[in-house]
T-cell receptor, first 114, second 117 residues
């Protein structure tokens, strides 16, 4: 199994500012995934973060808005830039230990933009 | 592209009874995995059960079992002897085996299950 520590657990931010979310895993993993869960909705993949390479973004998400870092095999950050109220969501990081196995999730970051 | 559909936004069941949550999916892949995750109010995503598409036998985990119909692209979850702690949002999810980018999960819209005492 994998234990994921995600920080902060929640934050209230002013529009126009940026927030960086951290995700720390207790074991080395090849890929980490960042999801967004808008209020009352399902999870949508933002991007896949590989160590040592650029993140791969899904349709509708761009690097300028959601820059991602992956400096090593146990850590990643997601920044939500130039925030607006529409960015109010839960952001979750996730890892897999092997293909097709259980995905492990952080406890999520509840972001409110005012 | 894959899609996952959960047609029941909300369901309720009495404690100790059985409930079935529906899920259908669409894919051109032949090899893939299907999952049911639960998300209680704590927001923590918890794996309930997992099914490998190449296995005909339906997966079972204690009180949880699935009815996997590959030809119909259907993957329902049955919860037996429902408990109050089963109250949560349940998500059906899909990941293809053939991709090189890892377990990129596609989630359904979710079903909010409430177990009543």
């Amino acid at each position: 199994s994998a234990v994921i520590s995600q920080k902060p657990s929640r934050d209230i931010c002013q529009r126009g500012t940026s927030l960086t979310i951290q995700c720390q895993v207790d074991s080395q993993v090849t890929m980490m995934f960042w999801y967004r869960q808008q209020p009352g909705q399902s999870l949508t993949l933002i991007a896949t973060a590989n160590q040592g390479s650029e993140a791969t973004y899904e349709s509708g998400f761009v690097i300028d808005k959601f820059p991602i870092s992956r400096p090593n095999l146990t850590f990643s950050t997601l920044t939500v830039s130039n925030m607006s109220p529409e960015d109010s969501s839960i952001y979750l990081c996730s890892v897999e230990l092997r293909r097709g196995a259980e995905a492990f999730f952080g406890q999520g970051t509840r972001l409110t933009v005012v | 592209a894959q899609t996952v559909t959960q047609s029941q936004p909300e369901m309720s069941v009495q404690e100790a009874e059985t409930v079935t949550l529906s899920c259908t999916y669409d894919t051109s892949e032949n090899n893939y995995y299907l999952f049911w995750y639960k998300q209680p109010p704590s927001r923590q995503m918890i794996l309930v059960i997992r099914q490998e598409a190449y296995k005909q036998q339906n997966a079972t985990e204690n009180r949880f079992s699935v009815n996997f119909q590959k030809a119909a692209k259907s993957f329902s979850l049955k919860i037996s002897d429902s408990q109050l702690g089963d109250t949560a949002m349940y998500f059906c999810a899909f990941t293809p085996l053939g991709e090189t980018s890892g377990s990129r999960l596609t989630f359904g819209e979710g079903t909010q299950l409430t177990v009543n005492p």
